[in-house]
């Protein structure tokens, strides 16, 4: 039980182009998902938190209009990467939180982006 | 704001070693830690969440230890494989509370050699 997956796993896009990446919790809801970004040799570092029919909350320094998520059911959070840059180019991780099961967090396989 | 860091960054050993990573957190009013193993272009595999009430955690050849009070917590892998190579993140919720997000240190890549 308690499986996360994110598609697609890997996407090259061009400059100036968007790319939306789907995380899904496959057998518990989740009310409140988490939006990580690990560049290559650092660790994963939160950009965003995700809640279920409410606004995302963004880190500090993390461009809101720029990476646009929308959590429209207990179920499935996406996170657009609008305009994406080569510095966009990194590992996206998605967690997902069993309310149901002591909080506990699940995470996603990843998205790996490659933008040219 | 809480910090984690993980020494040393990256550890070669033989197989069949006995080995510890070590992670320090500043803030040491923790709810929990949890270790997790890295695959090169993968996404992360929990190993073993210690509670602030709990000194250690075991699972095969891994055992988690945990003292809140220095702010450090160690994952020792006893006889290692090279099927252990990964990296091995720790990391704390923060804010210090039940279901938040996680704070991660920067990792030690292991590698086993046969």
């Known amino acids: 039980g308690a499986v996360v997956s994110q598609h697609p796993s890997w996407v090259i896009c061009k400059s100036g182009t968007s790319v939306k990446i789907e995380c899904r919790s496959l057998d518990f809801q989740a009310t409140t998902m988490f939006w990580y970004r690990q560049f290559p040799k650092q660790s994963l570092m939160l950009m965003a938190t995700?809640?279920?029919?409410?606004?995302?909350?963004?880190e500090q320094g993390v461009e809101k209009d720029k990476f646009l998520i929308n959590h429209a059911s207990l179920t499935l959070s996406t996170l657009t990467v609008t305009s994406a840059h080569p510095e966009d180019s990194s590992f996206y991780i998605c967690?997902?939180?069993?309310?149901?099961?002591?909080?506990?967090?699940?995470f996603g396989p990843g998205t790996r982006l490659t933008v040219t | 704001k809480q910090e984690v860091t993980q020494i040393p960054a990256a550890l070669s050993v033989p197989e069949g070693e006995n080995l510890v990573l070590n992670c320090s957190f500043t803030?040491?009013?923790?709810?929990?830690l949890q270790w997790f193993r890295q695959d090169p272009g993968k996404g992360l595999t929990s190993l073993l969440l210690i509670q602030s009430s709990q000194r250690e955690q075991t699972s095969g050849r891994l055992n988690a230890s945990l003292d809140k009070s220095s702010g450090r917590s160690t994952l020792y892998i006893a006889a290692s494989q090279p099927g252990d190579s990964a990296t091995y993140l720790c990391a704390v919720p923060w804010p210090n509370q039940a279901g938040t997000a996680l704070i991660f240190g920067k990792g030690t890549t292991l590698s086993v050699s046969s």
């Open positions: 803030d040491s009013a923790i709810y929990n």
């Open positions: 995700s809640n279920e029919g409410s606004k995302a909350t963004y």
């Open positions: 967690s997902a939180r069993d309310t149901d099961a002591s909080y506990e967090q699940y």
